[in-house]
């Protein structure tokens, strides 16, 4: 059982920057897809940016490319999401999730995912 905790939410105003971490509680697999999902009030949840923990595979929704990197941090079983340039629209709960790696790509989809934080949330308002 992969337990993960996210850390860095907060307010911030258009413009502004954020970073959120993922933090495993273990890794028992060899390799994971880890990322974020966010959802918004009324909204449908969406993927947001997922990599995985061994390659160099990232996916970024065309909502946040070239705002958002995904990274990580081996050693720590640690993942980030730092969020540049955000809008009113990235307001949302953002979720990590993680599941074992078995396919040349990670899910885009929430049923995908075996793992799921508790959620965070990120509001952008100014």
């Known amino acids: 059982q992969v337990q993960l905790a996210e850390s860095g939410g907060g307010s911030v105003q258009p413009g502004g920057s954020l970073t959120l971490s993922c933090a495993a509680s273990k890794y028992t697999y060899s390799s994971y897809c880890m990322g974020w999902f966010r959802q918004a009030p009324g909204k449908e949840r969406e993927a947001v940016a997922h990599?995985?923990?061994?390659?160099?595979?990232?996916y970024y929704a065309d909502s946040v490319k070239g705002r958002f990197t995904i990274s990580q941090e081996k050693g720590k079983n640690t993942v980030y999401l730092q969020m540049n340039s955000l809008k009113a629209e990235d307001t949302a709960m953002y979720y990590c999730?993680?599941?074992?790696?078995?396919?040349?790509?990670?899910?885009?989809?929430?049923?995908?995912?075996?793992?799921w934080g508790q959620g965070i949330q990120v509001t952008v308002s100014s």
């Open positions: 999730v993680a599941a074992p790696s078995t396919l040349l790509f990670c899910p885009l989809s929430a049923s995908g995912y075996t793992y």
């Open positions: 990599m995985k923990t061994e390659g160099s595979r990232v």
